[in-house]
């Protein structure tokens, strides 16, 4: 039996090795996707009878932890083939699921296409699907799309000519398929997370997944996919206590006024290395702490759709509770991930803002992948839950 987060462990240090290079030079990582994807580890979430280990929620916080303090952007690139797998279990049918986790089970990798840039709110869908000369094509384009430059297949977040959500699964050589490289942000540079576009793209009834009958319900996917999310923030922490740590044993120099010969007995440089590994390890034990959550969510509504059920009572108090679990650990991550990646500086002097040693992208990282949605509304919802015993939006953890 295959040990997952052992695999992605041992996957860390070649991801690591030209972590820092990649990001100056914004060099793609397609040589360490193709590592994954003879590693196996992409299967870690799929069920056991197509291939996978069905591996618990909080083995997948420990692996992408692991891959968040090699390379983040290597773990946001990965994030949407796990989310895919959460989904095609929860919402696509027994023949979808054979076909497409049971491709991921042999090791192909997937990536999403969902978010776009037009409409008047954050989440808005204009991908569609038409019909044109007796044929079902895919129309329509979307930004953001992480990780779809290294995947061989790809899931569409589209509409149907009624309105209706559902998924259309695309190999990456469909003709009419466009990816660019036009991604530009100031951190996560080599995530891909650029432009796709479809033009067209003719259809089999096989790659379309209806998803309206989940519209308005609660599921457990939004809350796993923000557990990732705060598991990549707390990789970005380790990776800043890792550097303040060697920087000072190595290259700090203490200041005269200090009263001591070396910068590891100077109170400030222990101060500042101390509170960086506080906040660090308390964030990485709420991922902990809110992965226990959703697993047991997870499990719950899975049992439950493969009875044929709507979800129970239980199942929704569940639900509830993971969602809130996460948002204390998305707050606790991001807050952590900004806060130590800029006191690295206090530990390292002037001397670690040289380009060679590119301690920004540890900010500039987890500036980038914070921005993905607003903690604030994290503190609201949690607030709200605990003083009127009011759920949180149901859209509130993608």
Known sequence: MTDYVH?????????????????????????????????????????KELGGGDVTQGAVAEIFIA?????????????????NIEQLRLMAGPDAQARYLGQ?????ISSGAVAERTGSFRGEIHTHLAHVDGKTVLRGHKFYSTGCLFADLIKVQALDEAGKPLYVMLPKDAQGLVLKDDWDGMGQRT?????????????????????????????????????????????????VLDDAIYWARNHTRPLRESGVSKATDDPYILYAVGEIAARVRAAESLVRRA???????????????????????????????????????????????????????????????????????????????TTH?????????????????????????Y
Do not use: M
Request: hydrophobic share 40%.
């Open 191 to 239: 995530t891909a997370s650029g432009t796709t576009e479809f033009h067209d793209i003719a259809l089999s009834a096989e790659q379309i997944i209806p998803t309206g009958h989940w519209s308005g319900r609660r599921n457990y996917v939004g809350a796993s996919a923000q557990l990732i999310h705060c598991a990549i923030d707390v990789g970005i922490g380790l990776a």
């Open 291 to 369: 992965a226990g959550y959703v697993e047991q969510a997870a499990r719950a509504q899975l049992e439950d759709v493969s009875r044929g059920h709507a979800s129970t009572e239980e199942t929704e108090n569940l639900l509830v509770q993971s969602s809130i679990a996460v948002a204390e650990a998305k707050i606790a991550s991001t807050e952590s991930a900004l806060y130590v990646s800029q006191k690295l500086y206090d530990v390292g002097g002037a001397a670690t803002t040289q380009k060679p040693f590119n301690f920004d992208r540890h900010w500039r990282n987890a500036r980038t992948h």
């Open 373 to 397: 949605d607003s903690v604030a509304y994290k503190y609201k919802a949690i607030g709200n839950f605990l003083l009127n015993e009011e759920p949180p939006p149901i859209t509130f953890t």
């Open 7 to 47: 695999l992605a462990r041992t996957l860390a240090p070649v991801i690591a090795e030209e972590a820092s290079r990649r990001d100056a030079e914004r060099i793609l990582p397609f040589d360490i996707f193709e590592k994954i994807a003879r590693s196996g580890l992409g299967a870690a979430r799929v069920q």
């Open 104 to 108: 991921i089970g042999r090791g192909r």
């Open 67 to 83: 891959l968040g303090k090699a390379d983040p952007n290597v773990a946001q690139a990965l994030f949407p083939h796990f989310i």
